[in-house]
């Protein structure tokens, strides 16, 4: 269940820009706890004080050629996705 | 009057007069202030089809009940005129400290009428306000202007100035302030070098009372503290609004090569990590703002950038980057500098140059009519032309009049590839893959904006506006809904940011500038007892003000619309295939009017003008 992750323009102070991350996991929570193996620090940011996916953050679900938003974390990803996560922006 | 000198400042240039005018409440509260002032303003008193680069254009620099406190943006100003890009009603907002500094003389407002018959720059105290000789002014880029007059000056002077482009009547000359700040948008530097005004400079320290200083102190504390604690503009701070760049590339709503495409291939080179790694040398934040969102740039090679006038923010970095593609950090830096020396919007700028090299690979446009080789994505060719149109030099000096009059003059099918709406160029958006900011920038009062209603990206999640009704989330490429949305965010995040003033950073869900919090901040500052619902239907009134300017100015349904080339799908990338077709658009056009209670046409109706206490014009 090989997942890719990119980080865009966010979480530079983690040390992720221009890294690709592979994990394996069945869910955007098991994502994110996998990550945070390799990344310490990276769950407090990403998941909310109410236990959800941080409103400021966006997780861009990529699977074969369909693009579409994880926005719960008990969002099912499969092996061969690819997980970029942005902020959500608002206009420049 | 809390939240007010009460007094507006009158300055006739033809007849070097100067007068003073009272403010009463009921237009403070039926307007608020800063963009509600300017265009109430406008509208009362510039008759229709005066040319905007005349002496009875007027130039209304506007401040509003926030602007004396120190708080998240709001001590910024709005300049309203008669754009000379549109010829329909313009304003540009300038962040900083210039509506503060603008109070602390004794002034809400100020209005400048007429035109001086050499130029002049003035001089505004808490005790004086004088029209003094700007001889040796003229002719310099804002950065010497600053120089000088700061040297002129006592130490605390804030300057507002022009550069060569806005005396050469370049119609989307900006305004600086200061040389970090700049009012980019809708050619308010043409107006101000048509009135022979190369500068303003301002000190004072008149108070302006506040109604509730504890309340509103506790307030500000509250936001900064969750601003800075609650994660939702940790990226905003970090990266600026160059966080922008990476996510629009990949979710292909990034203008490239003048709209053709909506991905750049050289993304890495050009993104926030890469302008943080090769350029950034610092930030920069209005005051009372804990964000601190502005970048300062630094570089010696190839192009020496000074940190000394800012850096670029997304908005320049895509339309001097991808738009032109050009993918060269220091080179699009090098560039914004240029353009703020000079006094040129750097949207309007870019997309300029974008048309002039779609005109040349088209071969519309010879390298004899253009006097250089004008290609894609060269750093050299584009530092030129920028010179070139804000100098009026050569093919600059067509271009120096925007996309819209451009392409007329030039004809040859090139009216296709010119980026606007209502003669003002496109932001840096691709309408295609956000429905709603398509629909915005067709029916925004002032053209194309992309600070006109909140962007689409930020309602695909749930709760993302419950104030406004917004709790189940709506995909940006969708249309349902979306006519309602843009309404009711214009209102809010259009208009109602520039009256206030605040900053509309801070407003974007989920940010914690709530709705209610800036009822609550009004009226503590003011004293009043403003609902959530008055405060919309000011809002609601001002645009709609700003629409019955423009009808008056003979706009109408015919205006509302997008360039064919959004009707064509976007080659690739994340909103591959997506379209704006006219049907489509006409279809949320007619959805929209009823929302607004406008005609077919439209025309506010009799019963939304006397629903908003409006006058037909």
């Known amino acids: 269940m090989a997942v890719t992750v990119r980080f865009v323009s966010v979480f530079r102070d983690l040390g992720v820009s221009r890294r690709l991350f592979v994990v394996e996991a069945e869910t955007l929570e098991k994502t994110i706890d996998e990550l945070e193996v390799q990344i310490p620090g990276l769950k407090e940011k990403l998941v909310d004080s109410h236990g959800r996916l941080h409103p400021a953050y966006q997780v861009i679900h990529t699977k074969g050629n369909r693009q579409g938003l994880c926005s719960k974390l008990d969002c099912p990803i499969a092996d061969g996705d690819e997980i970029v996560i942005t902020p959500l922006i608002s206009g420049g | 009057m809390y939240g007010f000198q009460g007094t507006m400042l009158i300055v006739d240039l033809t007849q070097g007069k100067v007068l003073t005018e009272k403010l009463d409440e009921r237009f403070t509260r039926n307007h608020i202030g800063g963009v509600g002032f300017g265009i109430r303003l406008l509208y009362d008193r510039l008759e229709p089809g005066v040319d905007p680069l005349s002496p009875e254009n007027m130039l209304v620099f506007a401040s509003g009940p926030l602007s004396a406190l120190g708080f998240m943006g709001s001590t910024g100003m709005s300049i309203v005129s008669k754009s000379p890009l549109t010829k329909l009603i313009g304003d540009s907002d300038l962040r900083g400290s210039f509506g503060r500094d603008l109070k602390s003389c004794g002034y809400d407002a100020l209005i400048v009428t007429g035109s001086a018959k050499s130029p002049v720059y003035l001089e505004l105290t808490d005790g004086s306000v004088q029209i003094k000789d700007a001889g040796d002014l003229w002719g310099k880029t804002t950065a010497e202007v600053q120089s000088i007059l700061s040297r002129r000056n006592e130490k605390g002077f804030r300057i507002l100035s022009i550069g060569p482009a806005g005396e050469k009547l370049v119609k989307y000359a900006c305004i600086s302030g200061d040389v970090r700040f700049f009012a980019g948008r809708l050619g308010m530097g043409a107006v101000m070098g048509a009135k022979n005004l190369k500068a303003i400079v301002m000190k004072g320290e008149k108070e302006t009372p506040i109604a509730d200083p504890q309340a509103m102190k506790n307030l500000m504390k509250e936001i900064h503290y969750e601003v800075l604690h609650d994660g939702s503009c940790d990226t905003l701070s970090k990266y600026g609004t160059w966080n922008n760049t990476g996510p629009s590339n990949l979710k292909g709503t990034l203008p490239t090569k003048n709209f053709q495409r909506t991905t750049f291939d050289e993304i890495d080179q050009i993104d926030g990590d890469a302008m943080l790694s090769r350029i950034s040398a610092g930030d920069r934040t209005c005051p009372g703002c804990p964000i601190g969102c502005r970048r300062v740039v630094k570089s010696e090679q190839p192009y020496r950038i000074s940190p000394q006038y800012g850096g670029p923010q997304y908005e320049t970095v895509a339309a001097l980057g991808p738009t032109v593609l050009l993918a060269d950090a220091v080179a699009i830096a090098k560039a914004n500098e240029l353009c703020n020396l000079y006094g040129l919007d750097t949207i309007s700028t870019g997309v300029t140059i974008a048309f002039a090299m779609e005109c040349s690979e088209k071969g519309v446009l010879t390298d004899k009519d253009l006097g250089m080789h004008l ?78 209603a909140m962007h689409d990206d930020v309602f695909e999640r749930e709760n993302a506006l419950p104030e406004l009704g917004y709790v189940k989330p709506m995909g940006r490429k969708e249309y349902q809904g979306k006519p309602l949305l843009v309404k009711k965010t214009q209102d809010l995040w259009g208009i109602l940011s520039d009256a206030l003033p605040i900053c509309k950073f801070p407003m974007a869900p989920p940010r914690p500038l709530k709705p209610n919090r800036l009822v609550s901040a009004l009226n503590f500052v003011t004293g009043w007892d403003v609902s959530l619902e008055e405060f919309l239907r000011v809002g609601e009134r001002i645009f709609n003000l700003g629409r019955l300017f423009n009808v008056r100015e003979g706009a109408d349904r015919t205006l509302d619309m997008l360039p064919n080339r959004f009707s064509e799908p976007t080659p690739g990338g994340a909103s591959a295939g997506e379209t704006i077709t006219k049907e489509n658009l006409e279809r949320m056009l007619d959805e929209y009017y009823d929302h607004r209670g406008w005609s077919k046409d439209g025309v506010p109706t009799e019963e939304t003008l006397k629903r908003l206490e409006l006058k037909a014009p």
Not at chain 2, 439 to 450: C, E, N, P, R, V
């Open chain 2, 375 to 452: 290609k894609w994505g060269d750093p050299e060719g584009i530092l030129q032309i920028i010179r070139m149109i804000a100098f009026r030099e050569g093919a600059g000096d067509v271009l120096a009049e925007g996309v819209k009059r451009a392409s007329e003059n030039i004809g040859r099918g090139s009216e296709e590839w010119a980026m606007h709406v209502k003669g003002l160029e496109i932001p840096m958006h691709d309408p295609r893959g956000k429905k709603g900011i398509a629909l915005a920038y067709a029916t925004a009062i002032k053209g194309a904006d992309h600070e006109s």
